[in-house]
């Protein structure tokens, strides 16, 4: 049955729905159909990766494992020098090689398979530039200056920042996801999907919805052969078995409870051994005290209240525990490096795990309340 000329025109527009797809099965490219308004770094084609949190991530361990690896090698083999004649070659030199290869690496190849390694090698790199950054602001090239510790945990929470506020603050943006499908299709074209590999192409499809390019993104996810073959993700690897461990423990009803108790021990212990030095004589400015006293008390607030509130709200509980346990990596041990040197460390060790067993637990509510939700009537 014929229609009428112009049938499909202003009617037809006007009866399409924002964002539903049209007679070619493609989404509504009008104005009305955008889902939301891209902001200036998608208009510049900027699109955030939303692995991206998962390679700096990786990037950062890597430079922290560097730095404590260094440090503990060359105190236990004497602190030799490569190299003779009047030249000695720094470890600072391996790192810009390091981070170079990087560069060349992510510069090299298209498609997200390269990142992990990418930020690995990168890491790895920068941990061992950072850590020679006591010769770099002394007019005497002391590797050993006594607030190395602390500058370079501050440079490594500045970066952590920086990612926080590229991608912590906002949601990601639909196209956000799509580009993340088609990266992904970027890498099938060449080398086949595995199940894996698939599946979490077609999760960021899902998470893109009915946006400009979805159907045809589908139809290249679709065209993509299957291969048994893939690069090997290191970084996911660890971070997954990670998670399963954290979860694991946080199913244990007590151990949360035990993690904040350990948090505000540590915590009291840390700042106890810190004031301890300073009163016998160490060489420390007295505002380095005030701030992690003041980080200190500021923590143990944030936990006393999590310990209140988590009786009557368990999600309000562990985000005022997360808090905590946040003031503490980013506030008070920058002062405590710079109180006790490397001997903070062990606090920020136990900071990272609690700030896991923390995280794994409000991931565990919130799926819960999520389930619940869906669960009940609109």
């Known amino acids: 049955m014929s229609r009428a000329p112009g049938a499909a025109g202003a009617g037809g527009a006007a009866r399409r729905r924002p964002g539903a797809a049209d007679g070619r099965g493609t989404p509504d490219r009008s104005a009305a159909g955008r889902v939301h308004e891209r902001g200036l770094l998608l208009r510049l084609g900027l699109p955030r990766d939303p692995a991206a949190s998962s390679h700096l991530t990786g990037f ?19 602190y030799p020098q490569i190299g003779g004649g009047g030249l000695h070659v720094a470890h600072v030199l391996w790192g810009g090689l390091l981070m170079a290869l990087a560069f060349v690496l992510l510069l090299s190849f298209a498609g997200p398979a390269v990142r992990p390694f990418g930020a690995l090698l990168g890491g790895v790199g920068f941990g061992l530039f950072v850590d020679e950054i006591g010769k770099f ?7 050993f200056y006594e607030p190395t510790a602390a500058l370079i945990y501050a440079v490594v929470v500045g970066f952590v920042l920086l990612g926080e506020m590229l991608h912590g603050r906002s949601p990601h943006h639909p196209a956000e996801y799509l580009a993340g499908a088609a990266d992904h299709a970027v890498a099938g074209l060449a080398g086949g999907f595995t199940p894996r590999a698939r599946a979490e192409a077609h999760e960021l499809l899902d998470r893109a919805g009915p946006v400009a390019g979805s159907a045809e993104v589908r139809s290249v996810l679709g065209a993509v052969d299957d291969d048994p073959h893939e690069l090997p993700n290191p970084v996911d690897v660890v971070g997954r078995a990670v998670v399963r461990v954290m979860r694991g423990l946080v199913s244990a009803r007590w ?44 923590s143990t607030g944030f936990a006393a209240a999590g310990l209140v509130v988590v009786r009557q709200d368990r999600l309000d509980g562990y ?17 405590l490096f710079r109180l006790q040197e490397w001997a903070a460390t062990a606090g920020l060790m136990i900071d990272l795990v609690v700030l896991g067993l923390v995280a794994a637990e409000l991931n565990q509510i919130s799926a819960a309340r999520g389930r619940q939700g869906a669960g009940r009537p609109r």
């Open 60 to 78: 950062f361990v890597a430079t922290v494992a560097t730095v404590l690896l260094t440090r503990a090698f060359l105190a236990a083999a004497g």
């Open 137 to 143: 602001v002394t007019s005497d090239n002391d590797y």
């Open 255 to 298: 151990v949360p409870w035990v993690t904040v108790g350990v948090l505000v021990t540590t915590s009291l212990v840390t700042v106890g051994r810190g004031l301890a030095a300073w009163w016998g004589g160490a060489d420390v400015p007295w505002w380095v005290v005030v701030g992690t006293l003041l980080g200190a008390a500021v």
């Open 319 to 335: 985000v005022l525990f997360r808090r905590a346990v946040l003031v503490s990596l980013l506030v008070t041990q920058v002062f």
